[in-house]
């Protein structure tokens, strides 16, 4: 089980959690880009790179028993802090459709590049299984 950390006197955090507490096997990813299982880019449209991105993240934590509910951190690396911003209601409603409302504490950082040129979007990912 994750217990969120909100300290009560702050403000509601919207879209992600300030902290997690968790106990249990951990999961960590790589850093995930847009392209699919044959390291190909389906699109060039920053959403559908994400929308990519987190299934992805969610076919590697399958591979360790884990589902997007286990996930206690993302770290987002995008080229484009502006398209991030000027997405987030689509970017909601994609997040919501691959890993439902649960909401890991999250960091995202503007970046010069990654190292495929074609990426415009790469996540890291934590998640942890509880005990039996």
Do not use: C
Request: aromatic share 8%; hydrophobic share 45%.
């Amino acid at each position: 089980m994750h217990e969120v950390l909100h300290p009560r006197h702050w403000k509601a955090a919207r879209g992600y959690s300030n902290g997690i507490a968790a106990e249990g096997r951990m999961v960590f990813t790589g850093g995930i880009i847009g392209w699919n299982a044959d390291q190909e880019f389906e699109t060039d449209d920053f959403v559908g790179q994400v929308e990519q991105v987190l299934k992805s993240i969610v076919e590697v934590l399958a591979e360790a028993g884990a589902g997007p509910q286990h996930l206690v951190r993302l770290t987002w690396y995008v080229t484009d802090k502006r398209e991030y911003l000027d997405s987030l209601k689509e970017l909601g409603a994609v997040y919501k459709a691959v890993i439902g409302r649960h909401y890991p504490a999250m960091a995202l950082v503007q970046v010069v590049a990654l190292v495929e040129d074609r990426a415009k979007v790469e996540i890291e990912a934590t998640a942890v299984i509880p005990g039996a």
